[in-house]
């Protein structure tokens, strides 16, 4: 294929990559040379994918690149990467009569599998849509016009949030960034907490009263430390790995933004449409996210490498800190309970939730886990209960499987509500 200018190719091919839900980014190229004198005219050019490339391996134990696990708590890099090696590569060269002849093309995707409805989250593509919004924005904004405002107006004219390629934060981040440049010129958490009220609390209250224990101090300070003494009681029921304690927005406070005290009741249905719009287009942008990056391993394990495949970013995550958690596990027995079954004793630190940090750190106390593990069909399950109260693989079972060179991963271990294609 020819094409007149350098500019008609490059737009060629983005519409191409926006049209099958990939990046991509000018990789290299060289520029004419004259008399000894290189020329600003480029004589040829190479796009590739923006999956291309290899992950920066590199650690660095003076920032917050270095994994490891401490007194503090886990210390996770937290490092997301879209490089995976995809080869896919367009390169162009300019034939003597000026015009841009497509030379070589490679089109097939490797480690990754680009998804359309995706194209909108895409930072290159960000730059377009909201070039095409811009001046509204300014001049709706200059006219006190609030940016959620800005935004239901926009999305209204596209028959709603989804089928708006821009969000809300990033027009927030255009005003934000104006402004910096003319100063430099010049749920869930809210149903746990509402849990341990009624549960807890009406129940502590009850037994204090009743046995007239109100001025006791041990009672006071045990009350104060709940948080690390609770937990294991609730062991065996499913809650998503929710803490009443992490730092994440509840849904009140979601909520808040919508509803006031002021609001009608007729205003109500809309405003709560509203704000489940919100919602489903931040869970879209953190699905796009899933399948656009990947976090880089933190271990050897196998196991961590197939959550990796499959598990959403945020969940990942999670398996990850048990794999690095693995590093005060040790298995100190084994004994045969049945044909094709094998109970392990895994020695582990005792680990407590620190309410100033809000992490998981381990203490100098040790205990026992038991392992139940059947080798013919690689399930296993451990006494922590982790995968049943949280649905994430354990540090316990995991090295129950190193033990025992397995590298696939039982069905029991994965929750499709954790599945980045879900």
């Not at 730092?247 to 405003?271: A, C």
């Not at 499959?310 to 590093?327: D, M, P, R």
């Not at 298995?331 to 630190?349: A, F, S």
Request: proline residues 3%; glycine residues 6%.
């Amino acid at each position: 294929m020819v094409f007149l200018t350098l500019d008609d190719l490059d737009n060629f091919f983005r519409r191409y990559a926006k049209q099958q839900g990939f990046g991509i980014v000018k990789a290299g190229g060289a520029y004419k040379q004259e008399k000894g004198k290189t020329l600003n005219e480029r004589r040829n050019c190479t796009w590739k994918c923006e999956s291309g490339g290899k992950p920066d391996g590199r650690i660095r134990a003076s920032s917050r690149l270095l994994n490891g696990v401490s007194g503090k708590g886990v210390k996770m890099a937290n490092r997301k990467t879209k490089k995976v090696g995809c080869p896919v590569m367009l390169h162009a060269k300019v034939t003597k009569d000026g015009k841009w002849q497509i030379r070589n093309v490679v089109l097939q995707h490797q480690n990754h599998e680009p998804v359309p409805s995706i194209s909108k989250y895409i930072s290159m593509f960000h730059r377009e849509d909201l070039n095409a919004v811009r001046r509204r924005l300014f001049q709706h904004h200059d006219e006190g016009v609030s940016i959620p405002q800005i935004h239901s107006a926009l999305a209204a004219e596209r028959n709603g949030v989804g089928n708006f390629p821009v969000s809300e934060r990033q027009l927030r981040n255009v005003v934000d960034k104006e402004k910096r440049l003319k100063m430099m010129e010049g749920d869930a958490n809210a149903m746990v907490a509402y849990f341990h009220r009624m549960k807890f609390e009406n129940s502590w209250n009850e037994a204090i009263d009743g046995y007239n224990l109100g001025e006791n101090a041990w009672l006071k300070g045990l009350y104060e430390e709940q948080e690390w003494w609770i937990p294991p009681y609730m062991k065996d029921m499913f809650w998503a790995g929710m803490r009443s304690t992490q730092r994440v927005e509840s849904m009140n406070s979601f909520f808040d933004k919508y509803l006031k005290k002021q609001t009608r009741l007729y205003e109500f249905v809309q405003q709560y449409c509203k704000a489940m719009e919100r919602r489903d287009e931040d869970e879209k942008q953190a699905d796009a996210d899933s399948v656009r990056f990947c976090h880089q391993l933190v271990s050897n394990f196998p196991i961590e490498r197939v959550f990796q495949k499959i598990y959403t970013s945020a969940k990942f995550v999670e398996v990850q800190q048990e794999c690095l958690k693995n590093l005060y596990v040790s298995i100190v027995g084994c004994k045969v309970v049945d044909e094709n079954v094998l109970e392990y004793t895994i020695e582990d630190r005792v680990w407590v939730r620190d309410p100033n940090s809000r992490k998981d750190v381990p203490t100098r106390r040790k205990r026992e886990y038991e392992v139940k593990y059947n080798s013919n069909s690689y399930e296993a399950w451990c006494v922590c209960k982790l995968m049943e109260s949280s649905g994430i693989i354990c540090r316990h079972i995991i090295a129950v499987f190193e033990k025992n060179d397995v590298e696939e991963v039982h069905d029991m271990f994965i929750l499709r509500r954790w599945l980045s294609k879900a």
